[in-house]
T-cell receptor
Framework: NAGVTQTPKFQVLKTGQSMTLQCAQD?????MSWYRQDPGMGLRLIHY???????DQGEVPNGYNVSRSTTEDFPLRLLSAAPSQTSVYFC??????????????FGDGTRLSIL | TQLLEQSPQFLSIQEGENLTVYCNSS?????LQWYRQEPGEGPVLLVT?????EVKKLKRLTFQFGDARKDSSLHITAAQTGDTGLYLC???????????FGTGTRLKVLA
């Protein structure tokens, strides 16, 4: 079972460059989300989507864009990379539900360094 | 800004000891989840608690959701080296599709 697949696993960028982090899930989950994980800060929600064509902002959305054209894919775009965006990025998916108790399934993360 | 504070931040114990990790907030959550994360991997769900006062057991792990649904605890009995990892709590914010994660507790169990 593939579950949630994130690519690339590692990336180094220069300040000002743009890139897209890919996330795909094969569980037909309506809900998908992006988090960043920084030391001592747990995971912080960047953007989320409750279905194809529907996205919304999380806790720390500035500097990131998302779109959801299919149920399976939820790419995260860095528009102009900054050193403060150096982090580990996780994509997650789950079944739909407001205030949901559905488990979130996480990918293995993308480790991003901005020089 | 809603916060979930976990304590302790770090814990190093001997195999066979008991421990408790706490997850506290001033906000009410519709449910609370506990995850464990290994190095280089994403978090993996351990349990979800939904009802205030609920207690769930998973082998040597006991999870409790506070009566007011603002806090939770994870108790491990007779810790094993395989319990080593980062433990994260996550609250589902009532009336939204958002989850708030705690700051994490890094546990190391020594043989």
């Amino acid at each position: 079972n593939a579950g949630v697949t994130q690519t690339p696993k590692f990336q180094v960028l220069k300040t000002g460059q743009s890139m897209t982090l890919q996330c795909a899930q094969d569980m037909n989950h309506e809900y998908m989300s992006w988090y960043r994980q920084d030391p001592g800060m747990g995971l912080r929600l960047i953007h989320y989507s409750v279905g194809a064509g529907i996205t919304d902002q999380g806790e720390v959305p500035n500097g990131y864009n998302v779109s959801r054209s299919t149920t399976e894919d939820f790419p995260l775009r860095l528009l102009s990379a900054a050193p403060s965006q150096t982090s580990v990025y996780f994509c997650a998916s789950s079944r739909q539900g407001r205030g949901s108790n559905q488990p979130q399934h996480f990918g293995d993360g993308t480790r991003l360094s901005i020089l | 800004t809603q916060l979930l504070e976990q304590s302790p931040q770090f814990l190093s114990i001997q195999e066979g000891e008991n421990l408790t990790v706490y997850c506290n907030s001033s906000s009410v959550f519709s449910s609370l989840q506990w995850y464990r994360q290994e190095p280089g991997e994403g978090p993996v769900l351990l349990v979800t608690v939904v009802t205030g006062g609920e207690v769930k057991k998973l082998k040597r792990l006991t999870f409790q959701f506070g009566d007011a649904r603002k806090d939770s605890s994870l108790h491990i009995t007779a810790a094993q080296t395989g319990d080593t990892g980062l433990y994260l709590c996550a609250g589902a914010v009532s009336g939204t599709y958002k989850y708030i994660f705690g700051t994490g507790t890094r546990l190391k169990v020594l043989a």
